[in-house]
């Protein structure tokens, strides 16, 4: 294993052809997500416009959906090229829109008004405000796990499912769980490639009290971490090295990139392939 790099080809169908299927950005951290064809790896390696704002209080604590359950009922709609951000409230027709930059203060009068505290909008177009800043790169999952976690709780969408774990890559054309091949033992890394653009696989997300909730209504589903839980364990892939689940509330993959990436585009339609791009 030079560098630290794990060889996970011979776990990948020679038949599967995997491709970029979405690509989600949730320009303020917390807020709806906008899907997009293209995106730009930043030197952080982390996507342009992923993150890249934050609402925290005046003690900088982030305001989000483990703190503040009214961020749930908040709408959001991004014109991105043009900096725009439409907010309603659930249930109501009023909408405001704010320019992120050039109405700030506006803007955070408006949701301090809706949280009922002070608020302040933040802003890092370097890396954003990922959850884990060791590994800011975009997380990954697959249609078809998304699928198949969502027939574990009836009643429950694909697309409900998908917002509730608000992942940034999907990839389609898979096994489920395909993306599990994406981590090995701790300290290793393991490579592939989307389109022209090389990721190094860390490991499996652990998962919030998030995506309990209807990232719509703030309505938590009956025992959704515990269902989860035993579904998980059961389905795991057999030669998923498990010293990396402490728990098995765990799902999507944390990834890396490194400065060489940067400037890179991923676009729908990308095709993926474990190992690295060749020279």
Sequence with gaps: ??????????????????????????????????????????????????????????????????????????????????????????????????????????????????????????????????????????????????????????????????????TTLEIADVEPFWEDQLYAQTGTFVPFQIGTVNFMGVNPCQRCIVPTRDQETGEAYPEFQKIFSVQRRQTLPNWVDTSRFNHFYRLAINTRLTPSEARKMLQVGDSVHLGLEPL
């Design 1 to 166: 294993m030079p560098n630290g790099l794990w060889d996970s080809t011979n776990f990948l169908k020679p038949e599967a052809m995997p491709y970029l299927s979405r690509i989600i950005l949730y320009p303020i951290k917390s807020l709806d997500g906008i899907a997009v064809q293209r995106a730009m790896v930043l030197d952080s390696g982390a996507l342009q416009g992923d993150r890249e704002y934050a609402i925290v209080d005046y003690q900088g604590k982030f305001v989000n959906g483990k703190r503040t359950a009214a961020i749930h009922k908040l709408r959001a709609e991004f014109d991105w090229e043009n900096h725009l951000v439409s907010l309603n409230i659930a249930g109501s027709d009023a909408v405001e829109q704010f320019h992120l930059d050039d109405d700030r203060v506006s803007l955070e009068g408006w949701l301090s008004e809706y949280f009922g505290f002070p608020v302040k909008l933040i802003h890092n177009a370097e890396m954003g405000f990922p959850d884990d800043t060791n590994s800011p790169g975009p997380t990954v999952i697959s249609t078809e796990t998304l699928q198949e976690v969502a027939s574990w709780f009836p009643g429950l969408t694909v697309d409900s499912l998908r917002k509730r774990l608000r």
